[in-house]
DNA sequence: GCTGAGA
DNA sequence: TCTCAGCAACGCTCG
DNA sequence: CGAGCG
């Protein structure tokens, strides 16, 4: 008799023994998993967003250490924005109009989504700052921190601290997350007010402001070559259609990390920015006392891109 | 992972 | 019936 | 404008 499939929230898996990432030997089954039980942690950062993939439905290769800095060997991961309906699954597709004319998105709209996602070799998920149907008025502002090699995990959270200052001056609460990779996330979830142009040009006033604060440890400049040393305050996530990756998705990478949320004073602590990984995520959450980010959805609320805007200095 | 052309 | 090649982003910023 | 970048 024919073997049955295994199904997850009505998404059926092809080949779940499948190794996605070899070094821990991580299969599609456990990334199912994983998704399913964060889907409660999750789903608040990515419901109605746009998202953009890398996806490895091979797995993310046996030499793959960086996220895909390996030179010679083609890149067994790949980019996905637009995919068709041979992309089966729970979502919402939406239609945004970019230059060259009209595309379509998935979003997410529910847990089975994101089994469908990981069916697909879906390792990480990127998401617009701005949420369906409103995506031409930002509620998410993303101040994504790149540290070159030899700045020292104390720099980088002195960075997110100062970046948080400069945000609370001007009347917004923000939140700080591990990307699993090199760096952190300081986010500031608003209510949508201003539209793409001002809410860009703001980020990058934000952005210059910490700068000014301290030319010598931080650029505003994404080129490599001026970062040498240097934090690079990469503001440009908040232009429309960029996108940066969600609370919670696992990363294209040797290990399984995941981005965390993590409470401001957790930066004093041992975490680092690739700390969690897919296999020692449940254990944190599991320990937590409440959400990391309270207050997070309030915030959003009661905060605005509009108001922080005007209490900018003049130019 | 999916599709379609070709063996 | 099977295998395999082709396919799967986009837009800003810098120089 | 092309290259670099995420
Ligand atoms: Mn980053
Ligand atoms: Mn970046």
Redesign the pocket.
């Known amino acids: 008799m024919a073997e049955r499939p295994e199904v997850v929230n009505a998404v059926a898996l092809?080949?779940p023994e499948?190794i996605y990432w070899p070094r821990e030997r991580v299969s599609?089954r456990e990334l199912v998993a994983y998704y399913d039980l964060v889907a409660p942690w999750i789903l608040p950062h990515v419901l109605g967003r746009p998202i953009?993939m890398v996806?490895c439905?091979?797995g993310i290769g046996e030499l793959a250490t960086g996220a895909r800095e390996g030179r010679t060997r083609i890149d067994p991961c790949?980019?996905?924005?637009?995919?068709g309906?041979?992309?089966?699954g729970p979502f919402e597709r939406v239609t945004i109009v970019?230059?060259?004319g009209p595309?379509e998105y998935l979003t997410i709209t529910e847990a089975g989504s994101l089994t469908a996602l990981a069916?697909?070799?879906v390792l990480e998920i990127h998401v617009w700052g701005s949420t369906w149907p409103d995506i031409e008025r930002p509620d998410l502002l993303v101040f994504?921190l790149?540290p070159d090699a030899q700045i020292t995990w104390r720099e980088l959270a002195n960075a997110a601290r100062l970046c948080r200052e400069v945000l609370g001056a001007l009347g917004l609460k923000s939140f700080v997350k591990t990307t699993g990779g090199k760096g952190l996330h300081v986010v500031a979830p608003v209510a949508p007010s201003a539209g793409w142009e001002d809410v860009?040009e703001f980020c990058?006033r934000v952005a210059e402001i910490i700068v000014e604060a301290a030319p010598d440890r931080f650029t505003?400049?994404?080129?490599?070559?001026?970062r040498t040393g240097k934090i690079?305050v990469?503001h440009?996530?908040n232009?429309?259609?960029?996108?940066?990756i969600a609370p919670y998705s696992t990363r294209a990478r040797d290990r399984a990390p995941v981005a965390v949320p993590l409470r401001w004073k957790e930066l004093s602590g041992r975490v680092r920015p690739d700390t969690y990984t897919l296999k020692n995520l449940p254990l944190r959450l599991r320990g937590l006392k409440g959400d990391p980010w309270d207050g997070y959805a309030e915030a959003g609320r009661a905060q605005t891109a509009r108001t922080a805007i005007s209490r900018l200095p003049k130019p």
């Open positions: 092809t080949h499948r599609k953009s996806r439905p091979g790949f980019f996905h924005k637009h995919p309906e041979d992309f089966p970019e230059s060259a595309t069916q697909m070799g994504d790149d860009s990058r505003a400049t994404m080129s490599k070559a001026k690079y990469d440009v996530r232009n429309r259609g960029a996108t940066s």
